[in-house]
Nanobody
Framework: QVQLVESGGGLVQSGGSLKLSCVAY????????MSWYRQAPGEERVLVAS????????NYADSVKGRFTISRDNAKNTVYLQMNSLEPEDTVVYYC??????????WGQGTQVTVSA
């Protein structure tokens, strides 16, 4: 069964850190681009960061550059998002996404991050 299972969300004070994890099940993880998106209520889901299958190339939204770091461990079928210097504006639900050209797109169920002022 194909699944992406996120964890690591929670409540943190402004300026604090959290590390999100997304574990993949049921498909070949190592040949897929992995991404983190986030979505606020009533808004579209937007890209936060992405990483190529080998991990050699990463991409970040301007709003998180220098604060967030995406990484992956293909041996553990896991992608991570290290979030530092969190701000109240980072309070949203975070989703991981798995993409490979010509194949189905997979999404996780989301994990809530709440940053208090």
């Amino acid at each position: 069964q194909v699944q992406l299972v996120e964890s690591g969300g929670g409540l943190v004070q402004s300026g604090g850190s959290l590390k999100l994890s997304c574990v993949a099940y049921g498909f070949i993880f190592s040949d897929r681009v992995m991404s983190w998106y986030r979505q606020a209520p009533g808004e579209e889901r937007v890209l936060v960061a992405s990483i190529t299958p080998s991990g050699a190339t990463t991409n970040y939204a301007d709003s998180v550059k220098g604060r967030f770091t995406i990484s992956r461990d293909n041996a553990k079928n896991t992608v991570y998002l290290q979030m530092n210097s969190l701000e109240p504006e980072d309070t949203v639900v975070y989703y991981c996404k798995s993409v490979r050209s010509g194949r189905a797109v997979y999404w996780g169920q989301g994990t809530q991050v709440t940053v208090s002022a």
